[in-house]
């Protein structure tokens, strides 16, 4: 099993994604900015620890989510892939229409060089688990390599787990005192 791979094919899906993002007329990227708004409505009084513990439960709980629907033709890591990339894309191009380039810099880069590569391991591992599950289903002759597999792609989802804890902390704790020197 040649994990890279599944990273590559998830890295692809996330561009294609950040693409869509680009083309989004801005009827659409204005509908996403009210959802952003709702959530961190809601997620608002979340600080420091707080603001830590749920930017990892979410973070957990999706990368999860998607590596066990997985089999159901891989639909659950695709979509993630193809709207976190446009989310990233949108939410960019609705920062710069009022802040600077090193704003939406400092909002994106401190966590996201962490957390970007820790999702895209996480669904690779997702897609490289359902795609092989679903080719042990219509591929007997496969059956016996999905035990390996598995324990193979759980490994990679655990380090991407392990890795999103420092992107959830400089989250939390760095990301909102970097984004403070711009107000």
Same mark, same amino acid.
Request: hydrophobic share 55%; glycine share 10%.
């Given at each position: 099993? /040649? @994990?890279?791979r599944w990273v590559l094919i998830a890295a692809a899906i996330f561009c294609v994604g950040l693409v869509i993002g680009l083309l989004l007329p801005d009827s659409a990227a204005d509908s996403i900015e009210q959802t952003f708004k709702d959530i961190a409505g809601s997620a608002a009084s979340a600080q420091g +620890?707080? !603001? @830590?513990?749920l930017l990892l439960l /979410?973070?957990? +709980?999706? $990368?999860?989510?998607?590596?066990?629907f997985s089999p159901i033709f891989l639909i659950l890591p695709v979509v993630s892939l193809l709207t976190n990339g446009a989310l990233i894309t949108v939410v960019a191009r609705l920062t710069l229409q009022d802040h600077s380039p090193a704003f939406l810099a400092a909002g994106i880069l401190p966590h996201g060089i962490i957390e970007i590569?820790?999702?895209l391991l996480a669904q690779a591992a997702a897609i490289c688990f359902g795609f /092989? $599950? !679903?080719?042990a289903l219509f591929a007997p002759q496969r059956r016996s390599e999905a035990g390996l597999v598995l324990r193979k792609c759980l490994l990679w989802l655990g380090l991407a787990i392990i890795l999103l804890i420092p992107a959830a902390l400089v989250e939390a704790f760095i990301t909102p005192l970097l984004l403070? +020197? @711009?107000n």
């Open positions: 099993m /040649n @994990f890279k +620890l707080g !603001l @830590f513990i /979410n973070n957990t +709980l999706a $990368v999860g989510a998607s590596f066990i590569p820790a999702y /092989n $599950v !679903l080719n403070g +020197l @711009f």
